[in-house]
């Protein structure tokens, strides 16, 4: 019997909403930081944030997936990852814990009407009786939106 496969995962907060995000794809947590707003931009792009020089997009991953907008924090977290070669940020309310997930334990995405978006979810899990759904990061933006995100510095 070979050893079940498990991947680590950062467990997020979106308000009150859990989800989770493998850890393999987060390059670094920072805190909330000043950031410069975007006229006519999408409402889940917050503006644009500077790490050590280097100007990133900053989403609200609530807004993103649908959610009321984050409220602004001082202990608001954003995870900065890559999508298709881009860099940003995703603006989270908090990060709770660090779990591994055994591959065994996600299920599959349930069928919703075609209405219903869910190309950003890559299963969902139970995490003490609660169920998480976990995210799957290069699927969270359309085409369009990662090339809207192309910022030049």
Do not use: W
């Not at 924090?73 to 900065?80: A, M, T, Y």
């Not at 709770?96 to 219903?116: A, C, G, H, K, V």
């Amino acid at each position: 019997m070979s050893p079940a496969s498990s991947l680590r995962h950062v467990i997020v907060l979106l308000g009150e909403e859990r989800y989770a995000i493998p850890m393999e794809r987060i390059q670094e947590f920072i805190a909330s930081r000043p950031l410069t707003r975007i006229p006519n931009a999408p409402a889940f792009i917050r503006g644009l944030i500077n790490l050590r020089g280097q100007v990133l997009p900053m989403i609200d991953l609530g807004m993103k997936l649908g959610l009321p907008p984050l409220k602004d924090s001082k202990f608001d977290i954003i995870l900065i990852v890559e999508v298709d070669g881009r860099r940003l940020g995703l603006k989270v309310s908090g990060v709770t814990e660090l779990l591994d997930i055994e591959e065994e334990s996600i299920q599959e995405t349930p069928d919703f009407s075609s209405r219903i978006q869910t190309a950003f979810v890559r299963g969902i899990c139970h995490i003490e009786e609660e169920l998480v759904i976990l995210l799957d990061i290069d699927h969270l933006l359309s085409r369009e939106e990662i090339e809207a995100l192309d910022v030049q510095d």
